[in-house]
């Protein structure tokens, strides 16, 4: 592991929150954050049906044993909250906790939208006394670790890649245990590797991942165990599959293909696609993802029987996803493979599909698109109407600047 002397040393700025000085005087949590309830702010490229479709996927009251047993919401801070898989999970955590319980940070700064739905603070995972003022000054009971750099940045970056997804870990990890905070912390399939089994991948198997991805995840795990066994430290982790929305762009890696493709079939009616035809790998759609995440993190710890499991939905190849968007949007649609690169024998290192039976025995997981079509029809379902407003708020452009359309970043839905 990097030693804490190679990790910077920037301070933490902490941004206007309208708090008071004790975090914890707010702790009765409001009856409209215990109900199904959407934001009233919204950004330009996120309609309110798919904000409804998100809330209304989870259970505000199942598995909710913190508020039981403290009579309090819990205060939950996001790293790397601005990322494709944090703005979703914080809105989604928002309407559950309240607003003001869950303080998003990040590196970057935020859009107005998001910043006008909570408190945000700068946070970089690498300052360790920077995070852990945020910690001790709010009142932390639980965090959720998403600062990452994934698959492919990471063999572009491999200094970087183990500077963030190591030292950046160790660092929530340390709070973790001073503080007693629950901390989840998602790995994913890519820390399995090319000797695991390919099919039904268990939970306990064969790991040895040959990325650089892949190998930080696994030492997250392992350390994450290790902490839990030695030092009492609630640590929780789900290894994702590729995650599939209609409202982020990809965030570099293996499976983007995955979503770039919905954009291309709506914009051209064809893609040509960086994985080969039969590279079948699991995937997920957002929502499934979020709910997951959400329903692990609050389900009591005494009754799980690891902290690493499979987060499993449904697996797929870019020939037959390219087959379903065919029957769904256009018989015309057409996909073409170009010539392999470095993302080919990412995605050959990795399963084709999980076996998630343990997340649903322990803390019952059940994802609602558990096959390719119901992930093609809601992918569509979200994408058309954007695809149609932008394009008529759009004036008329040449053909050579056609393709610079791209989805605007929006809080997930």
Not at 151 to 163: H, M, R, W
């Amino acid at each position: 592991m990097l030693s804490k002397a190679a990790s910077r040393t920037a301070s933490t700025r902490i941004l206007p929150l309208n708090r008071v000085a004790n975090p914890f005087s707010r702790f009765a949590l409001p009856s409209a954050s215990i109900t199904t309830t959407t934001t009233t702010t919204t950004t330009p490229t996120t309609s309110t049906s798919s904000k409804i479709s998100l809330l209304d996927s989870v259970d505000t009251h199942k598995n909710f044993h913190f508020y039981a047993q403290h009579g309090r919401a819990p205060r939950v801070l996001v790293t790397g909250s601005l990322g494709q898989l944090g703005t979703g999970l914080v809105q989604l955590m928002r309407s559950k906790y309240g607003a003001d319980n869950v303080i998003a940070t990040d590196i970057k700064r935020p859009t107005r939208e998001f910043w006008s739905t909570g408190p945000f603070m700068y946070a970089d995972v690498l300052d360790y006394k920077g995070l852990e003022q945020i910690v001790v000054d709010n009142g932390i009971d639980w965090v959720v670790h998403l600062s990452a750099v994934l698959s492919a940045v990471g063999e572009k970056n491999p200094q970087l890649a183990l500077n963030i997804n190591l030292n950046g870990f160790q660092n929530v990890l340390d709070l973790a245990k001073t503080h007693q905070l629950r901390l989840l912390s998602p790995s994913t399939i890519g820390a399995f590797g090319p000797s695991t089994p390919k099919d039904s991948t268990p939970d306990t198997t064969i790991m040895r991942p040959n990325t650089i991805y892949g190998i930080t995840k696994l030492h997250m795990e392992l350390m994450g165990e290790y902490y839990h066994q030695k030092h009492g430290v609630d640590f929780r982790s789900l290894r994702y599959p590729g995650i599939i929305s209609a409202d982020t762009q990809p965030g570099g890696g293996t499976t983007d293909y995955a979503v770039e493709i919905f954009h291309s079939a709506l914009r051209d009616n064809h893609y040509t696609s960086f994985l080969g035809p039969d590279s079948e790998l699991p995937m997920m759609y957002i929502t499934d993802c979020l709910r997951g995440t959400v329903e692990l993190l609050e389900h009591p710890g005494d009754t799980l029987t690891q902290r690493v499991y499979n987060l499993d939905a449904c697996s797929f190849s870019p020939a037959q996803l390219a087959e379903e968007i065919r029957r769904q949007h256009s018989e015309d649609f057409s996909i073409g493979y170009s010539e392999p690169d470095f993302r080919q024998a990412i995605a050959d290192s990795w399963p084709r599909s999980i076996d998630g039976s343990q997340a649903k025995v322990d803390w019952g997981w059940n994802p609602v698109y558990d096959d390719t079509s119901k992930l093609v029809a809601e992918m569509f379902k979200q994408l058309k109407p954007l695809f149609a407003r932008q394009t008529k708020q759009q004036p008329q452009e040449h053909e050579e600047h056609r393709h610079e359309y791209r989805p605007q970043q929006a809080v997930l839905a």
